[in-house]
């Protein structure tokens, strides 16, 4: 390996630029020393994970060669050939019996580029079938529905996110950045600086303590009402004539029909629906647009950001829809007063929804409905386009009907653990438990991963090449430090084995490089279009951002940005070059948990924990300091429970129960309580979580589940 590589951290989104050193100055722990590298997105600072990371490289954890399960349920090491032999024939003779359908893909956000875009070509070209969907199903699908609706394209940031540091004012909702990423807080210091950081959540997070003492202030509504509160804060910007009406004439469509549907939103309204005082709402309402206002007069800019804590709902695109009218009411998007953005969760959650991961979705971000989209893949995959399936079915619906009549009987699981990610988990075990033939590629065994009958061994980060997009949409280059260790492969190497095996129409490359080149290609002239952003620029260090031609011109000089840094400047995505004002309404029947004292349960993530904890519980400080999983609590919903601090509560909704240790804590509200989302077995919040999605985005509803508590014994 070379003695010095600057890569990226392999967690968030952020993408922290760190450089790994070799082994000669490693601590004994770690087969490379990590560190934090001067990066735009971080500034060389790096989270509890990200300091860790390397941790994983060496674990006597990982897995090394590939795993065939016995009868008795153990696991014995095969050779490659066999493996991809079966796989191969299995997948065949399942096809043969049940149809293309009846073998399924499921992918990650985690995955570079190539292997996302390959996965995708591989389900599609090699399986012939339909029935692949990701993990970004349940993190970033509606904020990307979102956005194409109100914008036609959907990029989480719109700008750099270097931009929010010169901010005069931030509303940020349903975000807890503070924990889940913390080298972002560095890009609010500008709006605490001027008593403008503005946050929205159901709990006293750490990132809404950012807002105290003059930094801004703290909304806390009712789980599950975020749409109310947005609704009334555009309410008022109307009623009180603080809408931007040049901007609207000038660049929106649909003003006459979302005033009429705000026109009932009134703050005291808003306030028996959201427990948000009116005087609360027509504060930030005027604060905002006082912002927007001095923004548009050489002030400081003002942007509204999202978080799953809005997106991860049954409306979850309505209410970030909501979000988008009011940053548009305000005269935000595609201007230098600032503008709207979602904020990306997984490493490689903006490019894994962008290049055919999606059960919807064609490289380039193209329609796989749409003839001419699927003429222009079909041709650089060098295939006829009738033989491209149409589209499949999304997550939750593809992993909630495995192994029965209507759903899939293989399942290829790359990059993810469902078995504890995804909404009513006990249900997607039952369903992996009942295929004909689950394969699960991982570098460690995984929840997902024990119920295979065959585990393939992968490489981590440091160990591969490739690309990834961050969430400002600047594409990255993951670079490899190490070799791999005993017989883990690229799952590039693994899609090019099995593609030859099934006699699959195309060329399926081992080489990232290569990929990346037709990646390209497949992408020239979509919304998402790499087709100018080359590869050498990338290693020099050029700051690129899609979508990026092939006409654009590069500058690899530092501090330059090349491609599309700010989306929207003179034209949104839609034909006539104008954003959507799209009217939503809250749903007409009232919340399951709408009678008095009713418990909500809403959940996330840990500062020491990433999502379903596969890689950071492995990693002993950080599982020491948070060892499982803890139900927060106001201490006196606890006294009404008969629950003190520290006793094991079951939990229980309509899906199942789960068991948690009680932390009593009076930053949450007391209709509410919280738990991680990190841990297996009875530990698992999402035990709990309904299958019930978002009509539109297909987004489970993660953030608002009625609950029952009931106070435990010590185990015997």
């Known amino acids: 390996m070379a003695s010095r590589t600057d890569t990226h951290c392999p967690y968030c989104a952020l993408q922290c630029g760190i450089t790994l050193e070799s082994a000669a100055t490693a601590q004994a722990a770690e087969p490379v020393k990590l560190k934090g590298r001067n990066f735009e997105t971080n500034g060389g600072a790096l989270c509890r994970k990200g300091h860790s990371a390397a941790r994983l490289l060496g674990h006597p954890d990982r897995v090394t060669q590939p795993l065939l399960r016995q009868s008795d349920g153990s696991y014995a090491p095969i050779r490659w050939e066999e493996a991809l032999d079966l796989i191969a024939e299995r997948a065949a003779a399942i096809r043969a019996a049940h149809g293309a359908d009846a073998v399924a893909v499921f992918g990650a956000g985690g995955l570079t580029n190539e292997k996302g875009y390959q996965l995708g070509k591989f389900a599609r070209l090699a399986l012939g079938t339909s029935r692949i969907d990701y993990n970004g199903r349940f993190c970033m699908s509606s904020a990307a529905m979102a956005g194409n609706r109100s914008f036609g394209l959907d990029r989480g940031l719109p ?97 006459a029909q979302l005033r009429s549907s705000l026109a009932a939103w009134w703050p005291e309204r808003v306030e028996k629906a959201t427990g948000v005082p009116a005087t609360e709402i027509r504060r930030t309402a005027r604060a905002l647009a006082d912002a927007a206002s001095s923004a548009k007069n050489e002030g400081r800019p003002v942007y509204i950001l999202t978080g799953r804590g809005v997106e991860q709902h049954a409306n979850g695109t309505d209410t970030t829809t909501a979000a988008i009218n009011l940053a548009l009411l305000l005269g935000l998007p595609g201007s230098n007063a600032g503008g709207f953005g979602t904020i990306t969760g997984q490493g490689n959650g903006q490019g894994g929804r962008e290049h055919g991961q999606k059960c919807d979705q064609l490289p380039g971000y193209r329609k796989i409905t749409d003839p001419e989209h699927r003429r222009h893949v079909a041709k650089v995959w060098g295939v006829d386009p009738e033989i491209i399936p149409g589209p499949g079915i999304p997550a939750a619906e593809l992993l909630h009907t495995l192994g029965t009549e209507q759903g899939s009987r293989m399942l290829l699981v790359h990059g993810s653990n469902p078995a504890v990610s995804s909404p009513d988990a006990s249900r997607v075990i039952e369903g992996l438990r009942r295929l004909d033939f689950l394969v699960v590629c991982d570098f460690f065994l995984s929840e ?41 492969r690229s799952e590039l190497w693994i899609l090019a ?29 979509g919304l998402a279009d790499y087709s100018g952003v080359d590869w050498d620029d990338l290693d020099a260090g050029a700051a690129i951002y899609w979508p990026c031609p092939a006409a654009a011109t590069i500058s690899r000089e530092p501090g330059v940005r090349s491609g599309t840094p700010r989306l929207f400047l003179e034209r949104f995505a839609h034909p006539d070059g104008k954003a959507k004002l799209v009217a939503v309404y809250p749903a007409a029947t009232a919340p399951q948990d709408s009678r008095p004292g009713a418990i909500s349960l809403v959940t996330g993530r840990l500062l020491e924990h990433y999502q379903s904890g596969a890689q950071t519980r492995r990693v002993a400080e950080l599982q020491a300091a948070a060892p499982d999983a803890r139900l927060e609590i106001h201490p006196a919903t606890a006294l009404r429970h008969g629950i003190t601090d520290g006793q094991r509560v079951r939990v229980g909704s309509g899906q199942g129960d789960m068991v948690a240790r009680a932390t009593l804590t009076t930053k949450i509200r007391l209709d509410t309580v919280f738990l991680p989302f990190h841990f297996p077995g009875k530990n698992n919040a999402n035990i709990l979580t309904p299958a019930v999605v978002d009509p539109l985005s297909a987004m489970p509803e993660f953030k608002h589940v009625p609950v029952s508590l009931c106070p435990l014994g010590e185990e015997s």
């Open 497 to 525: 084995g099995l593609a030859k095996r099934l006699d699959s129409p195309g060329h399926f490359s081992t080489d990232a490089r290569e990929v990346f080149e037709e990646l390209r290609r497949a992408s020239a002239g």
């Open 448 to 488: 997902t991963a024990s119920e295979a009958h065959l585990v393939l061994p992968v490489l981590q980060w440091a160990e591969e090449e490739g690309t990834m997009t961050n969430l400002e949409g600047r594409v990255l280059r993951r670079r490899a430090a190490l070799d791999a260790p005993g017989q883990a």
């Open 159 to 255: 700008f750099p996110l270097a931009d929010l540091d010169g901010a005069g004012m931030i509303l940020l909702l349903g975000s807890n950045v503070a924990d889940t990423m913390p080298p972002f807080v560095r890009h609010l210091e500008g709006a605490r600086s001027s008593g403008g950081l503005i946050v929205v959540d159901p709990r006293r997070s750490a990132t809404a303590e950012l807002s105290a003492n003059g930094a801004g202030w703290h909304l806390q509504p009712t789980p599950a009402t975020d749409l109310q509160l947005l609704l009334g804060l555009s309410h008022v910007l109307l009623a009180e004539s603080l809408a931007d009406e040049r901007y609207l004439e000038d660049r929106t469509n649909g003003l």
